[in-house]
């Protein structure tokens, strides 16, 4: 899986491309991470590259919403994980796992970053 970055005023746009399963989760939890420790708490994950999602992914998902949200660990109002452009196979899984209740999905990263 490949991973790019790009900081914006608004929010950090992190884009995915290939497979989101155990091989990739890493290095995404690595990435988030490190824009935890920055002080950036504003992520839109742009999924329009994504071919597969594992529960691996979406346990990753999962754990960066909870801790952008966190006031206790992000000191700052409005952290928080948004998903943008998934394809209609990766919508899928978000839906049958529930996790369209939990984030917040754009059509494409620039409402996203503007929903910030």
């Not at 006031?71 to 409005?78: A, C, D, Q, V, Y």
């Amino acid at each position: 899986m490949e991973i790019s970055h790009r900081r914006q005023n608004r929010a950090d746009v992190v884009s995915l491309n290939g497979r989101l399963d155990a091989a990739g989760a890493s290095p995404l939890k690595e990435q988030i991470d490190s824009l935890f420790a920055q002080g950036r708490y504003r992520i839109v994950l742009d999924l329009s590259g994504l071919e597969a999602l594992s529960s691996a992914g979406l346990r990753v998902l999962a754990d960066a919403r909870k801790r952008a949200r966190d006031p206790k660990i992000t000191n700052l109002e409005g952290g928080d994980i948004r998903i943008a452009g998934p394809s209609a196979y990766i919508r899928e899984i978000l839906d049958l796992t529930g996790f369209t209740t939990m984030f917040e999905i754009y059509p494409d990263t620039l409402e996203a970053v503007g929903s910030f």
